[in-house]
């Protein structure tokens, strides 16, 4: 992936990770859940009734904000330099890994570390070497 410093504006970067952090609070605060997208989606997996209309509405709004987005600008232009393959491969590495860790970056990340969790600590300190030490290898070793 490629981005265009030319055109990053640390402020709306700064606006909306606070969004994001507003909204996980509301969501704890309101619904005494923890906004962990993983834990969210695969709730949609294996329904309970009284569960399921929040899950979906929160995955409905995922899918739908790029398209509100467009309302008021364009997407950002994304490139990806990876395969379809490859990606279908780091989509299930990824998926194991929300699975093991029993949680993903914004349940942990987010959420986790907001709330002091030593647990959230330790998985989001294993997802970030995670990610560092595989970008070294596939850059400076394997030179992909």
Not at 118 to 128: D, G, K, N, V
Request: charge should be positive; charged fraction near 10%.
């Amino acid at each position: 992936m490629i981005i265009d410093w030319n055109h990053f504006t640390p402020y709306t970067a700064l606006a909306g990770g606070a969004l994001i952090g507003i909204s996980a609070a509301l969501f704890v605060l309101f619904n005494g859940r923890i906004a962990g997208i993983t834990g969210i989606v695969s709730g949609l997996f294996r329904p309970v009734m009284h569960d399921s209309g929040w899950r979906i509405a929160f995955t409905l709004g995922l899918i739908i904000a790029p398209m509100v987005w467009l309302l008021f600008g364009e997407l950002p232009n994304i490139h990806i330099d990876a395969s379809y393959k490859l990606l279908i491969i780091a989509g299930v590495i990824v998926g194991f890994g929300a699975r093991y860790g029993s949680g993903c970056t914004s349940g942990h990340g987010v959420c986790g570390i907001s709330r002091l969790s030593p647990r959230s600590m330790i998985a989001t300190l294993a997802f970030m070497a995670t990610g560092f030490l595989t970008v070294f290898i596939m850059r400076h070793i394997l030179g992909a």
